[in-house]
T-cell receptor, first 111, second 114 residues
């Protein structure tokens, strides 16, 4: 069974640009979570999608948005990039009340 | 507001030693607790999941315990190996559909010396 996959592995953008990160959950999982791991700040919850709907979001500005597609894959968009957005972005998927499984992450660097 | 703390922040031990990592949380109304391993620059690997009704879980050389009333969990690693070197994170899932998110601890950086 394939795990959670994320693309791209690395992404380099300049300040002010937009970044799009993608996540494919484990087959059969309907919930997708996004987390940000910035240097020195630990893992912070960003967004939760379930059955195509945004269910909850963390304490992040509206520049961070996303969506979940009918096949349950998800996209995270970050607009008007700032230097502080440089981080490892992790996606996780879950089915029902089971544990969350994480992908390998996308390393976003904003210069 | 749930807060999760891990002690120690860093730990260095010689190969073969048994060790304990600690995790504490402020709100005991948790649904479950997970222990993860993270290698540098990589994603998270789930090690153990303990449901709120359970006291411990075991997988190979790993044993995790949960004491909800005192807000504590420990991860015991037996006969440590250099390959165990990584950052270990604990995370709790609180009750409540609207807050269905993992809250992570600060992590313990483990180095096992050969």
């Amino acid at each position: 069974e394939a795990g959670v996959t994320q693309s791209p592995t690395h992404l380099i953008k300049t300040r002010g640009q937009q970044a799009t990160l993608r996540c494919s959950p484990i087959s059969g999982h309907t919930s997708v979570y996004w987390y940000q791991q910035a240097l020195g700040l630990g893992l912070q919850f960003l967004l939760w999608y379930d059955e195509g709907e945004e269910r909850n979001r963390g304490n992040f500005p509206p520049r961070f948005s996303g969506r979940q597609f009918p096949n349950y894959s998800s996209e995270l968009n970050v607009n008007a990039l700032e230097l502080e957005d440089s981080a490892l972005y992790l996606c996780a998927s879950r089915q029902g009340a089971r544990e969350q499984y994480f992908g390998p992450g996308t390393r976003l660097t904003v210069t | 507001k749930q807060e999760v703390t891990q002690i120690p922040a860093a730990l260095s031990v010689p190969e073969g030693e048994n060790l304990v990592l600690n995790c504490s949380f402020t709100d005991s109304a948790i649904y479950n607790l997970q222990w993860f391993r993270q290698d540098p620059g990589k994603g998270l690997t789930s090690l153990l999941l303990i449901q709120s009704s359970q006291r411990e879980q075991t997988s190979g050389r790993l044993n995790a315990s949960l004491d909800k009333s005192s807000g504590r969990s420990t991860l015991y690693i037996a006969a440590s190996q250099p390959g165990d070197s990584a950052t270990y994170l604990c995370a709790v899932l609180n009750y409540g559909g609207a807050t269905n998110k993992l809250i992570f601890g600060t992590g313990t950086l483990l180095a096992v010396q050969p």
